[in-house]
């Protein structure tokens, strides 16, 4: 259908294209599904449209953005051996709460003396 407009020969302005939920998740690498799920529960920006979800070029440039970590800051090289970022353990002692910790009774041994202290 031809509107008057485009008959006189003036192009309207193109529309802004809208992506499925499923695009949108290829895209990011991830399921259709969790696309969903981060726009019922209002983490992700979209636009609802007959009862569907539906994304902009700018809404999937917003969940990047949303999804983005930085790093919290630049650390130095690590001078110890061994693996980057783990700490290794000094032979402390372990702490006086970890020294006092003893299991619990087992149920059947609780059982076996209530029933012998009633009869």
């Not at 802004?16 to 259709?32: D, F, K, M, V």
């Not at 020294?99 to 149920?107: G, I, M, V």
């Amino acid at each position: 259908m031809t509107t008057p407009r485009a008959r006189r020969g003036v192009t309207a302005s193109p529309l802004t294209p809208l992506y499925r939920p499923a695009e949108i998740a290829e895209a990011l690498g991830c399921s259709e599904w969790w696309v969903k799920e981060q726009a019922r529960k209002g983490r992700i920006p979209f636009t609802r449209t007959g009862g569907s979800y539906r994304f902009t070029a700018e809404h999937y440039q917003e969940i990047i953005r949303v999804f983005e970590e930085r790093p919290t800051r630049v650390s130095e090289p690590n001078t110890e051996e061994g693996a980057p970022g783990r700490s290794r353990r000094s032979g402390a002692t372990p702490s006086a709460a970890a020294a006092t910790l003893r299991p619990k009774r087992p149920r059947r041994v609780n059982r076996a003396e209530s029933t012998r202290t009633a009869a």
